[in-house]
């Protein structure tokens, strides 16, 4: 079993940055790749981006493509998302997501989720 808990959502003008962490704890012996996800209001949650858990590979939605950074420590079990020139339309509650399969973008493949944490970017 692993928890994952997100934070560092908030606030900010659009055009800002923030960065989000996704802490993992547990099961955290396991390589898990992890993945962001992002849900709007009275919209489907949908893909952001994902990293394997070596880093070597990532994966973007278009929508964030140049804007947004996924990294990871795990010496400290923890998945970055950089967002950088944030829009109005990145408002959202943004999760992140484990698995120990395989990176993908497709959310039924992600077994842990974290809680979500709010992001709201003002125009």
């Known amino acids: 079993q692993v928890l994952l808990v997100e934070s560092g959502g908030g606030l900010v003008q659009a055009g800002g940055s923030l960065r989000l962490t996704c802490a993992a704890s547990g099961r955290t012996n396991v390589r898990y790749n992890t993945g962001w996800f992002r849900q709007a209001p009275g919209k489907e949650r949908e893909f952001v981006a994902y990293?394997?858990?070596?880093?070597?590979?990532?994966y973007y939605a278009d929508s964030v493509k140049g804007r947004f950074t996924i990294s990871r420590d795990n010496a400290k079990n923890t998945v970055y998302l950089q967002m950088n020139s944030l829009k109005p339309e990145d408002t959202a509650v943004y999760y992140c997501?484990?698995?120990?399969?395989?990176?993908?973008?497709?959310?039924?493949?992600?077994?842990?989720w974290g809680q979500g944490t709010q992001v709201t970017v003002s125009s």
């Open positions: 997501a484990a698995n120990s399969a395989i990176a993908t973008p497709r959310e039924g493949s992600y077994d842990y």
């Open positions: 990293i394997s858990w070596n880093g070597y590979s990532t």
